[in-house]
């Protein structure tokens, strides 16, 4: 009787590419969930321009790689971390379109996704990075379909993620792709985290109110002070002693926004504010920003933050 003899499943190898100065927090996220020992499918290394020490974007903290570019020359995946945002070296570029050309997987964590961009790897193709820098990767690259709301994006054989922990999601989610569901989540209790996150990077930038100038000032403040009023665009444009018509023109022009948008935007940041500092009622939280109704707060949120105020909550507040 012949014997069956089973073929072990092939390594699959990972190049790390830390771009000087490199965000070791993005590298250290890849190389620890490939170059784990208990996983067994990867073998990892963390390579850069040349085999030796790389500087990081935190002062006073460098890392040693153990290979230089050839590394990324016999990869089946590349994942480009996070760098100081800038021109990265022509001879990364160049390894990174020799690797996509011969079929490997090219992914970015955080600004590695300007490395991405710079190759040309990103055109005509959707694309996230960290919140922060979404906006300088869609002017500098118009051709990148950017995407700032959500933590990771897969276009076949090129992948990006939004900032620093969005990496590890991004990570557990190529596991899954490689190996199925039930290999990431082993990794992912591995590393104590979840599996999915609710919602996506959007629900990350509330805090952030819109700078408004002098002209729009007075009326945006008086908006704030009461929110929990039902405002209506007519209702800021008498204020403003304009025109509806006139007042919309004003905030596009300054605010790149609509006054609609711009008194919903702040009405879900004072909801925000609301979950995060007590345990009032959804209903409550509704009324005292201007939402009237649990569902719409809800509704809004969901469409602005691609979660629940109570998902929210429990991600955000203090306990």
């Given at each position: 009787?012949?014997?069956?003899?089973?073929?072990?499943?092939?390594?699959?190898?990972?190049?790390?590419?830390?771009?000087?100065?490199?965000?070791?927090?993005?590298?250290?996220?890849?190389?620890?969930?490939?170059?784990?020992?208990?996983?067994?499918?990867?073998?990892?290394?963390?390579?850069?321009?040349?085999?030796?020490?790389?500087?990081?974007?935190?002062?006073?903290?460098?890392?040693?790689?153990?290979?230089?570019?050839?590394?990324?020359?016999?990869?089946?995946?590349?994942?480009?971390?996070?760098?100081?945002?800038?021109?990265?070296?022509?001879?990364?570029?160049?390894?990174?379109?020799?690797?996509?050309?011969?079929?490997?997987?090219?992914?970015?964590?955080?600004?590695?996704?300007?490395?991405?961009?710079?190759?040309?790897?990103?055109?005509?193709?959707?694309?996230?990075?960290?919140?922060?820098?979404?906006?300088?990767?869609?002017?500098?690259?118009?051709?990148?379909?950017?995407?700032?709301?959500?933590?990771?994006?897969?276009?076949?054989?090129?992948?990006?993620?939004?900032?620093?922990?969005?990496?590890?999601?991004?990570?557990?989610?190529?596991?899954?792709?490689?190996?199925?569901?039930?290999?990431?989540?082993?990794?992912?209790?591995?590393?104590?985290?979840?599996?999915?996150?609710?919602?996506?990077?959007?629900?990350?930038?509330?805090?952030?109110?819109?700078v408004v100038g002098e002209r729009l000032s007075g009326v945006t403040d008086w908006a704030l002070a009461n929110l929990h009023r039902p405002i209506t665009v007519a209702d800021l444009a008498r204020q403003a002693m304009q025109s509806?018509?006139?007042?919309?023109?004003?905030?596009?022009?300054?605010?790149?926004?609509?006054?609609?948008?711009?008194?919903?935007?702040?009405?879900?940041?004072?909801?925000?504010?609301?979950?995060?500092?007590?345990?009032?009622?959804?209903?409550?939280?509704?009324?005292?920003?201007?939402?009237?109704?649990?569902?719409?707060?809800?509704?809004?949120?969901?469409?602005a933050y691609a979660t629940t105020p109570l998902a929210y909550r429990a991600a955000f507040q203090q306990r």
């Amino acid at each position: 009787m012949l014997a069956i003899v089973r073929e072990e499943p092939a390594i699959h190898r990972v190049a790390v590419l830390a771009l000087p100065p490199v965000v070791a927090f993005d590298a250290a996220i890849a190389t620890q969930v490939f170059g784990h020992e208990g996983l067994g499918r990867y073998e990892a290394v963390l390579c850069s321009l040349r085999a030796g020490p790389v500087p990081t974007t935190t002062p006073g903290f460098g890392i040693t790689v153990a290979a230089g570019l050839e590394a990324v020359a016999t990869a089946d995946t590349v994942i480009v971390p996070g760098f100081r945002r800038g021109p990265a070296p022509a001879a990364a570029l160049d390894a990174l379109r020799a690797a996509h050309q011969r079929g490997a997987r090219i992914a970015a964590i955080c600004s590695g996704a300007f490395a991405l961009a710079q190759a040309g790897l990103l055109d005509g193709r959707r694309a996230t990075t960290h919140w922060v820098h979404a906006a300088a990767l869609a002017k500098e690259h118009p051709t990148v379909q950017v995407d700032p709301a959500v933590l990771y994006v897969d276009e076949g054989t090129v992948l990006t993620s939004a900032g620093l922990a969005a990496g590890l999601d991004l990570c557990l989610y190529l596991i899954g792709l490689d190996h199925g569901q039930q290999a990431a989540i082993q990794r992912a209790r591995h590393m104590v985290t979840p599996l999915h996150r609710a919602g996506g990077q959007a629900q990350y930038t509330v805090a952030s109110a819109v700078v408004v100038g002098e002209r729009l000032s007075g009326v945006t403040d008086w908006a704030l002070a009461n929110l929990h009023r039902p405002i209506t665009v007519a209702d800021l444009a008498r204020q403003a002693m304009q025109s509806t018509r006139t007042l919309s023109r004003a905030f596009a022009r300054e605010l790149g926004t609509s006054p609609r948008a711009w008194l919903i935007a702040a009405r879900l940041r004072r909801a925000c504010a609301l979950l995060e500092s007590g345990d009032l009622t959804v209903e409550e939280i509704a009324r005292r920003s201007g939402l009237g109704s649990a569902a719409n707060l809800r509704l809004q949120f969901r469409r602005a933050y691609a979660t629940t105020p109570l998902a929210y909550r429990a991600a955000f507040q203090q306990r």
